[in-house]
């Protein structure tokens, strides 16, 4: 077929060359994007009388035709016209003529495909934070039914202090609070137009880049029109948030690995999210969560690989840059799945809480709270620690919980201690007193819960409003 910029050249492309440039294989994805821009472009030509309106209003009907063909694979774009700007222009062109060959006066694909990705971004922020909002609200709802639920908590994976479930779900609700408010403002630096960049320069038509922004939903127009098509920052911020939040997807996925594995015993995956083995026919296999944790890999492999794409590039545009939108693709992809696929698995989850608070029955993680007696009985912190160390070496040796000890044994150790010790030994007592903001407390936690849910009812109306 003949190429779109085939005047200068004589020869025809070389098949490996086409194939190898053609990106219409990932980039016919934005072709609602690309046909909404071009809409717009076209409107605002027909307005700038850069067109006629009875030409702007031909090409609208065109592209809104062509949509509908892409919609429902009645036109198949394909690899002669390289992406997916050339392949819908072409169409354009064979549907009404002359008239198509109008729409890219005053544009470049350039400035084209810088457009068409932050509409794509815009609405994967969107996409993202919904599904964020989801799993928030499961972690709210699990966390608020399993108040009361105590567990072990851990410093470098051994048993540090008692905590509540609730508190420790409620963690991984406030990083993925965070990781909305990254969202939300990547989202906020994507809100920009670059059409109207042209190639580099600007263009010499009486254009009005503004009003093409304000049709398309988008607030502001880059100030700067080489910026306006060197810029990928959006994309890596996409990436960036993508990132951190698989992180912390990763980090439960790893969490629930454990906690499955017959030597914690802490939760049980429901049927529906686990698979099993094909040797072994007793297993259960946390499948999902492993996934999870994989894939994290992935999503941070798109952001680095486009990081090191953009690194070296002088402005402005480069064909390097082409490369970006399988990036951008799969880390979208993979994130939302993760995050939908996160929010059943936890939805479905059956804690054990009696497994759980065997596990505090004969550990010292209640250490803490023997000297903070000792303290408050007027011993110097660091003295109290030297003394609870000890206990607890005699402890280990003879195969006891702290609170086993008589108080003839406990006075051994110190003369401070009297019977009212025992009571604040249990993983009750210990989490009750960890009455400080943020703490593990019931108070404190129950209060977490109440915040959490004002916040998640904010965004749900933050976002149903946005659609
Ligand atoms: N397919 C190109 C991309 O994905 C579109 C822009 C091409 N511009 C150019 N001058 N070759 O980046």
């Known amino acids: 077929m003949k190429k779109a910029w085939g005047g200068r050249f004589a020869a025809e492309t070389d098949a490996r060359a086409e194939k190898f440039t053609a990106s219409i294989g990932f980039d016919k994805r934005l072709f ?102 989801a799993l928030r609200e499961v972690l709210v709802n699990r966390a608020e039914e399993n108040l009361g639920v105590i567990m072990p908590g851990y410093t470098h994976l051994q048993r540090a202090q008692p905590v509540l479930l609730s508190h420790h779900l409620m963690a991984y609700f406030h990083m993925l609070t965070r990781d ?22 600007g263009t010499t038509y009486p254009i009005d880049r503004s009003w093409v922004a ?48 017959e030597e914690f015993g802490f939760v049980e995956m429901d049927d529906s999210f686990a698979t099993g083995s094909s040797i072994m026919p007793q297993k259960k296999n946390p499948d999902v969560a492993e996934l999870i944790r994989g894939k994290s890999g992935r999503v941070i492999g798109d952001l680095v690989s486009l990081l090191v794409t953009m690194k070296g590039l002088p402005l402005a545009y480069h064909s390097d840059m082409q490369e970006d939108k399988e990036r951008l693709f799969d880390g979208f992809d ?21 497994r759980m608070k065997e596990a505090l029955k004969r550990d010292y993680s209640n250490a803490t709270e023997v000297a903070d007696y000792l303290v408050s009985r007027g011993m110097p912190f660091r003295e109290a620690h030297e003394v609870t160390g000890k206990m607890v070496r ?4 003879k195969r006891m919980p702290i609170g086993d000890l008589s108080l003839d044994e406990l006075r051994r150790f110190s003369p401070l201690f009297d019977d009212d010790i025992y009571g604040l030994l249990t993983p009750e007592a210990c989490v009750a007193r960890r009455n400080t903001l ?30």
């Not at 062509?66 to 198949?76: A, L, N, P, Y």
């Not at 774009?77 to 222009?89: F, K, V």
């Not at 969202?183 to 920009?192: N, Q, W, Y």
Request: aromatic share 4%; net charge negative.
């Open 334 to 354: 993979t994130l939302r799945a993760c995050l939908q696929v996160a929010a059943g698995m936890l939805q479905t989850l059956k804690f054990k809480p009696e």
């Open 214 to 261: 304000t049709k398309l939903g988008l607030s502001r127009v880059y100030e700067n029109s080489m910026d306006a098509v060197s810029d990928r920052d959006f994309i890596m911020e996409f990436l960036a948030a993508a990132s951190i939040c698989m992180i912390h997807l990763s980090r439960l996925g790893e969490e629930l690995v454990l906690w499955s594995s």
């Open 180 to 201: 909305d408010e990254r969202f939300k403002e990547a989202g906020r630096r994507a809100d920009m137009s670059p059409l109207g960049a042209a190639a580099l320069a």
């Open 438 to 467: 943020g703490g593990t407390a019931p108070e404190q936690v129950r209060e977490q819960i109440r915040t959490a849910k004002e916040l998640l009812s904010q965004t749900r109306s933050e976002l149903l409003q946005d659609v």
């Open 32 to 133: 609602r994007e690309d046909i909404e821009g071009s809409k717009a472009h076209a409107m605002m030509l027909g307005r700038s009388g850069i067109i006629s309106p009875e030409e702007a209003a031909q090409i609208v009907q065109g592209l809104d035709e062509i949509k509908q063909e892409i919609s429902d694979g009645t036109f198949v774009p394909d690899a002669s016209a390289e992406d997916i700007h050339l392949n819908i222009e072409q169409r354009l062109i064979a549907k009404i003529g002359k008239t198509g060959a109008k729409l890219h006066t005053a544009r470049s694909r350039n400035d084209q495909i810088a457009l068409d990705e932050h509409l794509f971004v815009l609405s994967a922020v969107l996409e993202i934070r919904k599904a964020i909002l």
């Open 394 to 397: 005699y402890c280990l040796e």
